[in-house]
């Protein structure tokens, strides 16, 4: 039987786990189909593919982008695509440099709050991670006695209204979707929860999006049926996962119910694309 879970981290960014492990997780968790998508990045692919070689799950290769456009915040999330395409490649390494400076914009800010954290604390954390994210500074906080937990950390200091926040590169999504497409990728707007996701939805479905993620740890029923209905409207297919980060922040691995009609859908469009 397939059992899926199509959106998780690993230490390729803000996981705790490493890619190997996930897998190794997914297997113990009954899961028959991953797909690892840490943030701007591709590194951790190889390492999670070779693994689920070994251990007998399939593992497909994506990312995630969370991005400030003219439309508002936008993540998405990025299935299939060719991890050897230089424009693809180019365009996530200007998201990560992007990463540092701001990850640096909140360490200075902290200091600023009476809350001083080392940058090497937060490096240190960030470990073998190729994009630096608000975790590593969360943990460099715990770590220095400044919040008794990293959720405390988010609730207090680094959520997108909290003082230490840093705002993200701004990208068109436009760009986003033709380098996605370029590059062979499906591009499916991830968790979208805010009172514009009719609108930003039906905007985004005519620049090219090809999907929705549907099933989400944090979705009501009604929210479900309400994106579901959406990505029938727009001819979207939808996808879903836990947003499993090895840590409490999110859901637990394969805690997250996705229909197994959910993979193939995904596969087809995959293959469209990649031969577009
Ligand atoms: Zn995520």
Do not use: C
């Amino acid at each position: 039987m397939t059992r899926l879970d199509l959106h998780l981290h690993s230490t390729a960014s803000d996981g705790v786990l490493t890619p190997t492990e996930v897998v190794r997780l997914a297997k113990e968790r009954g899961l028959t189909t991953i797909a690892l998508t840490d943030h701007d990045t591709t590194s951790g692919w190889e390492e999670a593919m070779a693994a689920g070689r070994e251990l007998g799950v399939e593992v497909l290769g994506g990312f995630e982008i969370n991005s400030e456009t003219d439309l508002g915040h936008i993540d998405f999330l990025v299935y299939g695509a060719d991890a050897q395409n230089a424009a693809l490649q180019d365009f996530l390494l200007t998201i990560r440099d992007a990463r540092v400076g701001r990850a640096k914009g909140m360490v200075q800010k902290l200091a600023e709050l009476g809350m001083p954290i080392e940058w090497a604390r937060v490096l240190h954390f960030a470990g073998d991670a190729k994009s630096i994210a608000r975790p590593h500074v969360a943990r460099a906080l715990v770590e220095a006695g400044h919040v008794a937990s990293t959720q405390e950390a988010f609730d207090h200091y680094l959520n997108d209204q909290g003082p230490a926040y840093v705002h993200r590169l701004e990208v068109k999504p436009q760009e986003v979707i033709d380098i996605i497409h370029q590059a062979g990728g499906v591009i499916v707007l991830s968790s979208p929860e805010h009172s514009k996701t009719t609108p930003l939805t039906a905007t985004l479905a005519a620049l090219g999006l090809d999907g929705l993620e549907v099933y989400y740890f944090d979705h009501t029923a009604e929210k479900k049926a309400e994106l579901l209905e959406l990505a029938r409207q727009h001819n979207l297919i939808v996808t879903g996962g836990s947003d499993f980060h090895g840590d409490k922040t999110h859901a637990e691995l394969g805690s997250v119910e996705v229909p197994p009609e959910v993979l193939l859908k995904l596969k087809d469009r995959i293959r469209q694309r990649g031969s577009a």
